[in-house]
């Protein structure tokens, strides 16, 4: 252990607590107490020396000596109150009164002592204080002063050296003056160096928090411009921080948050703590150039100290500024934006079910009420004295109902097969327009009794396809039969097959009511019916059009629907020539709601394809 270690632990001893855990100022007390208690414990060792050689002292010589011991006093005071400018202060005081009293008896203004007044501002300097240096200036000042007034009407006593013991006593005052002044410069010097490693060694903290911090912290004026923003704003936004100050930032807010974004700086800017989500849009990469990306900032904005912001003369003008820290919540928006879908699915869902056991109510008790009343009849007969036309008009509607009540429990059964991944296509080649006049000849007679012309074109050179036929002609059957079911009398139902490269092409369309424009994106939900509950005219479970999807998905098929409410329907389907089953079943349908369209482009769009085909069928009333 070195000297230097013992003196720096004994005046660690003495620091006051206040001092022990700033490095700046424990540097700085050390540099106060250390030359005074060594020239304290210098004037204690060389004032024996100096009653040998002298003799006995002057009272001001004692006086003198005596006023040496006080930095020890001025040392004790900083380690107990820590009040390092207040020392400072009681420091400037003891040397004035100590060059004062050997000045004021040596001569004044002329005396040796009075050059040590230059050292009484220097020595204050120290204090890194302005007002402790003002405060010594005027000290030495007045002090000089005093002197030459007290010199010019001879309140001081006239020294009796010789002029060659003067210039030694000035010569010697000059040197000391200069020592001391060097060891002052030394001690502000060493000062300095350990203020510049200090901020070095906070300034690569901080470099080292910022570069590793995935929080973007920035600093902001009232009107948003950017003054400062740390490195992670790079990594997040994928540009230099560069063009990131100013407005830079700020032109990369989405349009539709600027004005929060605005609002909630200038808000923190007047002493409000603010936390807003807006959108940022990042740099793409090269890959991906000419898109759009946005992503979610979670932004905390406060307005920023006054200590930190205030400029280096100390003065309190400077405009109001924001520190705000920023976070990519992308992810969190996107669990929240599925959470949000995942609720809404829930709710349509338990509507759908809602609705569903509505509709089972009246599907299902309707054709049983006519099958127990009817057979019921028939079981009376002798007692009703039925004839033999009204027991088989009573069979007829007792079939009717069985029939109706069994596509109903058929449909129900369909659609939970194809939910649950049950439904097996079984592919086999066949010819589809066989199975599409067959499906419209089977539907002829109905739109023949609803006065609905149905006009059918198939081209004769259809190729053959495979496919599960008997899924072919369900997707047919409920398509014609749904547009037969929403067409008014005197309305027209067509129905178009081409081939477009691998693809078999239905076109299937209606001049019937329509669908909203808001029930497009459900058509093809389980249960789901189009149109208010209270208005629909039609029967039907809300199953046709969902196993129509489900069945063209499994072909691995596209189901296209287009309409305008009054002005009618189109349903293109597209199905594969040659079906190849997946590895995985499908689980999505290929369903694509478009924009709608007028009336004739309806019917244009599904004359497109048959201006030039031979082969037209048509079954009117």
């Given at each position: 252990m070195t000297v230097l270690s013992i003196i720096r632990d004994c005046l660690d001893a003495l620091l006051h607590p206040s001092a022990r855990y700033d490095a700046l100022m424990r540097a700085r007390h050390r540099a106060f107490m250390a030359p005074r208690l060594l020239g304290s414990l210098a004037a204690f060792a060389a004032f024996p020396v100096y009653l040998a050689m002298r003799g006995a002292p002057s009272a001001v010589e004692v006086a003198a000596f005596a006023w040496l011991i006080a930095p020890i006093l001025l040392s004790w005071f900083l380690s107990r109150t820590g009040r390092y400018e207040g020392a400072h202060v009681l420091s400037s005081l003891a040397l004035a009164g100590l060059i004062m009293a050997v000045a004021g008896s040596t001569g004044g203004i002329e005396s040796f002592a009075a050059v040590w007044l230059v050292v009484v501002p220097l020595e204050a300097a120290l204090s890194a204080s302005r007002r402790v240096a003002a405060f010594a200036s005027l000290l030495a000042l007045s002090c000089a002063g005093f002197l030459i007034l007290a010199g010019h009407l001879g309140w001081l006593p006239v020294a009796d050296t010789s002029t060659a013991e003067r210039g030694v006593l000035m010569a010697c005052g000059v040197v000391s003056a200069t020592l001391y002044a060097a060891g002052l410069a030394f001690g502000a010097e060493s000062l300095a160096r350990t203020s510049v490693a200090l901020l070095s060694r906070e300034?690569?903290?901080?470099?080292?928090?910022?570069?590793?911090?995935?929080?973007?912290?920035?600093?902001?004026?009232?009107?948003?411009?950017?003054?400062?923003?740390?490195?992670?704003?790079?990594?997040?936004?994928?540009?230099?921080?560069?063009?990131?100050?100013?407005?830079?930032?700020?032109?990369?807010?989405?349009?539709?948050?600027?004005?929060?974004?605005?609002?909630?700086?200038?808000?923190?800017?007047?002493?409000?703590?603010r936390s807003i989500e807006f959108r940022l849009r990042r740099e793409p990469d090269g890959s991906e150039r000419g898109q759009v990306d946005f992503l979610w900032v979670e932004m905390r904005c406060r307005p920023l100290d006054r200590d930190f912001g205030q400029n280096p003369h100390g003065d309190d003008t400077r405009e109001a500024e924001v520190v705000a820290v920023m976070r990519d919540v992308t992810e969190y928006k996107l669990s929240e934006q599925a959470l949000e879908q995942a609720r809404s699915a829930a709710e349509a869902a338990d509507a759908a079910k809602t609705r569903f056991l509505a509709t089972m109510s009246h599907e299902l008790r309707t054709p049983l009420n006519a099958i127990i009343g009817f057979s019921e009849m028939i079981a009376q007969e002798q007692t009703l004295m039925l004839g033999a036309a009204q027991r088989r008009e009573y069979a007829q509607l007792i079939n009717d109902s069985g029939q109706h009540l069994l596509s109903v429990?058929?449909?129900?059964?369909?659609?939970?097969?194809?939910e649950s991944g049950n439904f097996e296509i079984a592919s086999e080649p066949f010819a589809p327009r066989a199975a599409l006049l067959h499906c419209c000849n089977l539907l002829a007679l109905k739109a023949r009794e609803n006065g609905i012309d149905l006009i059918t074109d198939a081209p004769q050179d259809l190729p053959v396809m495979t496919g599960d036929p008997r899924a072919f002609k369900q997707i047919v059957l409920n398509l014609v039969a749904n547009a037969i079911k929403f067409t008014e009398r005197g309305g027209q139902v067509s129905v178009t097959a081409s081939v477009s490269g691998s693809q078999l092409t239905l076109r299937i369309g209606d001049t019937g009511v329509g669908i909203a424009a808001d029930d497009l994106n459900r058509i093809g939900a389980p249960f789901f019916q189009a149109g208010k509950t209270y208005q629909r005219r039609h029967e039907g479970t809300g199953l046709g059009l969902s196993i129509v999807k489900s069945l063209v998905a499994l072909h691995l098929g596209e189901l296209t629907v287009q309409s305008r409410l009054g002005e009618g329907t189109l349903v293109t389907v597209r199905l594969p020539l040659v079906y190849t089953p997946p590895q995985v079943k499908p689980v999505e349908s290929k369903v694509a709601t478009l924009a709608p369209v007028q009336r004739h482009d309806l019917q244009d769009q599904a004359h497109d394809q048959s201006q030039d085909q031979p082969a037209l069928v048509k079954k009117s009333a």
């Amino acid at each position: 252990m070195t000297v230097l270690s013992i003196i720096r632990d004994c005046l660690d001893a003495l620091l006051h607590p206040s001092a022990r855990y700033d490095a700046l100022m424990r540097a700085r007390h050390r540099a106060f107490m250390a030359p005074r208690l060594l020239g304290s414990l210098a004037a204690f060792a060389a004032f024996p020396v100096y009653l040998a050689m002298r003799g006995a002292p002057s009272a001001v010589e004692v006086a003198a000596f005596a006023w040496l011991i006080a930095p020890i006093l001025l040392s004790w005071f900083l380690s107990r109150t820590g009040r390092y400018e207040g020392a400072h202060v009681l420091s400037s005081l003891a040397l004035a009164g100590l060059i004062m009293a050997v000045a004021g008896s040596t001569g004044g203004i002329e005396s040796f002592a009075a050059v040590w007044l230059v050292v009484v501002p220097l020595e204050a300097a120290l204090s890194a204080s302005r007002r402790v240096a003002a405060f010594a200036s005027l000290l030495a000042l007045s002090c000089a002063g005093f002197l030459i007034l007290a010199g010019h009407l001879g309140w001081l006593p006239v020294a009796d050296t010789s002029t060659a013991e003067r210039g030694v006593l000035m010569a010697c005052g000059v040197v000391s003056a200069t020592l001391y002044a060097a060891g002052l410069a030394f001690g502000a010097e060493s000062l300095a160096r350990t203020s510049v490693a200090l901020l070095s060694r906070e300034e690569e903290r901080y470099r080292l928090l910022a570069r590793n911090m995935s929080d973007v912290v920035s600093r902001h004026r009232r009107n948003g411009a950017v003054e400062f923003i740390s490195p992670a704003a790079e990594a997040m936004l994928g540009m230099p921080v560069a063009q990131l100050l100013g407005h830079g930032l700020f032109d990369r807010v989405h349009v539709a948050d600027r004005p929060a974004y605005l609002t909630a700086l200038s808000a923190a800017a007047r002493g409000d703590v603010r936390s807003i989500e807006f959108r940022l849009r990042r740099e793409p990469d090269g890959s991906e150039r000419g898109q759009v990306d946005f992503l979610w900032v979670e932004m905390r904005c406060r307005p920023l100290d006054r200590d930190f912001g205030q400029n280096p003369h100390g003065d309190d003008t400077r405009e109001a500024e924001v520190v705000a820290v920023m976070r990519d919540v992308t992810e969190y928006k996107l669990s929240e934006q599925a959470l949000e879908q995942a609720r809404s699915a829930a709710e349509a869902a338990d509507a759908a079910k809602t609705r569903f056991l509505a509709t089972m109510s009246h599907e299902l008790r309707t054709p049983l009420n006519a099958i127990i009343g009817f057979s019921e009849m028939i079981a009376q007969e002798q007692t009703l004295m039925l004839g033999a036309a009204q027991r088989r008009e009573y069979a007829q509607l007792i079939n009717d109902s069985g029939q109706h009540l069994l596509s109903v429990v058929n449909g129900i059964l369909d659609m939970s097969k194809m939910e649950s991944g049950n439904f097996e296509i079984a592919s086999e080649p066949f010819a589809p327009r066989a199975a599409l006049l067959h499906c419209c000849n089977l539907l002829a007679l109905k739109a023949r009794e609803n006065g609905i012309d149905l006009i059918t074109d198939a081209p004769q050179d259809l190729p053959v396809m495979t496919g599960d036929p008997r899924a072919f002609k369900q997707i047919v059957l409920n398509l014609v039969a749904n547009a037969i079911k929403f067409t008014e009398r005197g309305g027209q139902v067509s129905v178009t097959a081409s081939v477009s490269g691998s693809q078999l092409t239905l076109r299937i369309g209606d001049t019937g009511v329509g669908i909203a424009a808001d029930d497009l994106n459900r058509i093809g939900a389980p249960f789901f019916q189009a149109g208010k509950t209270y208005q629909r005219r039609h029967e039907g479970t809300g199953l046709g059009l969902s196993i129509v999807k489900s069945l063209v998905a499994l072909h691995l098929g596209e189901l296209t629907v287009q309409s305008r409410l009054g002005e009618g329907t189109l349903v293109t389907v597209r199905l594969p020539l040659v079906y190849t089953p997946p590895q995985v079943k499908p689980v999505e349908s290929k369903v694509a709601t478009l924009a709608p369209v007028q009336r004739h482009d309806l019917q244009d769009q599904a004359h497109d394809q048959s201006q030039d085909q031979p082969a037209l069928v048509k079954k009117s009333a």
